[in-house]
């Protein structure tokens, strides 16, 4: 099992930058695949960003080129650098790990379903 805790979150202007970090404890996070995931009020939660137990990312559309995933082994943690922010951004970001680790290292995964642990989430505003 693994217990993960975002930071980072706050309030920046359009086109402005974050990065918010997930620390897990309990096993490694090289063990677990690890998505990024955001929910604005009223609406369902999104998938951001994911990172595969081999190390390959994945992104949602609306966020390529702006956004980028990264795990490091060594601090047991995973970040999500956001640049070039927009107002309908606004959301609470959470992260989440994947516990069955059947399939591919290589395999990344999009959907709130494939994931067994999240965060508590942090809250990201966007200020126009």
């Known amino acids: 099992q693994v217990q993960l805790v975002e930071s980072g979150g706050g309030l920046v202007q359009t086109g402005g930058s974050l990065r918010l970090s997930c620390a897990a404890s309990?096993?490694?996070?090289?063990?677990?695949?690890m998505g990024w995931f955001r929910q604005a009020p009223g609406e369902e939660r999104e998938f951001v960003a994911a990172?595969?137990?081999?190390?390959?990312?994945y992104y949602a559309d609306s966020v390529q080129g702006r956004f980028n995933a990264s795990r490091d082994n060594a601090k047991n943690t995973v970040y999500l650098q956001m640049n070039r922010l927009k107002p309908e951004e606004t959301a609470v970001y959470y992260c989440?790990?994947?516990?069955?680790?059947?399939?591919?290292?290589?395999?990344?995964?999009?959907?709130?379903?494939?994931?067994?642990?999240w965060g508590q989430g942090t809250q990201v505003t966007v200020s126009s």
């Open positions: 989440a790990a994947r516990g069955r680790t059947y399939g591919s290292i290589s395999y990344v995964y999009t959907s709130s379903n494939d994931y067994d642990y």
């Open positions: 309990g096993r490694t996070v090289s063990s677990y695949a």
């Open positions: 990172i595969s137990r081999s190390g390959s990312t």
